[in-house]
């Protein structure tokens, strides 16, 4: 049997993309009783709004709770609003005289530095392999929470990276395999906080990935894992060192109302979790001369409601810890908080999240919401200054108002 071809954006929920475009291009010939070609130009236009209330996220257009400044006290309003994430999508489903599909997708929207246009996807798919740029094999594309803000759950999996993926199934057409090799993702090992002294390097070697999945009418089960061969430099010396990982994700959607989630856990996989991606947190120097990958653990749940045909509200809790333990040395950031350099210190970080919100589709292809937006990050630093313990125990929350409209054409 032929895996069977599914296509998801998650970029508004379960709106963006769900209908052809308007602009679409069909040919007179066909196979069978589809076109052979099938064209279409579509836009998702979202208006994303926010208002901050307090907590320091003013500078973000997203709700990232990773990004709050603990040490911070500042709690300026400032309310923004700006298209910057409207998408553009370039569509071709291509079908050979042999039954075959080829499908392939350029997506792109105004995300980039100042409002410029950056790719979001680029990839060519069959009916067993993918190749290009997608959201990468580790996480789950065919989840995503119903919500205003753009940043997702702190421990969210949404990582676009060009790769080669291999689909297909077993002989219970329900079970689902996929298999990939993924671009790596540099670490600079730079966090927001602390500097753990660590410099990088160009990596060499491909993220490797599988994942099963259990597909069934009602929704899908996946598990999936990582494997990552990660390199650094410390004192002027390259090494490297082992990150792996693994989730558990789903959603159960019987109607209209739908239950999603994901739980991820592992070492050396923080360059994957959207709340600190590029923040450094893969690895750190330990004491006794080792280099430790850093462990990691998260999880969000959603559930989605419709009251009415046409209004419905999403409720998301997510979580993430990060554990650095016995660390060699960590330097706060100047810009912090005075500079303080801990000694076989022990380093947690937290992220709680919760989003409400209602939604209303207000027009066929159209949806409006107003959503609350919470979150708290948490440190605590146990360590030696010059044989002398210190504790810094540290945690800030932070509230928003997004509102916005999304639509599609």
Known sequence: MKLILTTMCFCIGFLAFAQDPFLTVTSQDSVGTQPRFKTSLGVSMKLNGYLDLYGGLNDSETFNVGAINVFGTDNPKSLNVDLNQTQLKLSTK????????????????FWGENGQMRLRKAYVETTHWQIGQMWNNFGDQDIWPNIMEWEGPPSGIWVRTPHVKYMNIFKNSAW????????????DFAYQE???LVEEVDQITPDVTFAVKYKQAWGHLRMSSILRHIRYKLDNETDNFTGYGFTL??????NRNNFQFQLVGGKG???????????GYDGYPAVGDDFNATPAIGGWASYEYFITEKLHTNAVLGFTRFNLDDSERLVVNESETTQTVFIE????HQHYYGIFNF??????RMTVGLEL???VKDLDINGLVDDTALNIDKSRDAMRISFGFMYYF
């Open 94 to 109: 291509y079908i050979q005289k042999n039954g075959k599909v080829i499908y392939a997708v350029v997506e792109s929207d």
């Open 176 to 187: 689902i395999y996929e298999a990939s090799l993924e671009a790596p993702i540099d670490t």
């Open 194 to 196: 602390f500097q753990p």
């Open 249 to 254: 994700s789903g959603i159960y959607k019987p």
């Open 269 to 279: 996989i923080s360059a994957y979790l959207t709340t600190v991606a590029g923040n």
């Open 345 to 348: 210190g022990d380093f947690k």
């Open 359 to 364: 939604m209303y589709d207000a027009y066929e």
């Open 373 to 375: 937006d919470y979150g």
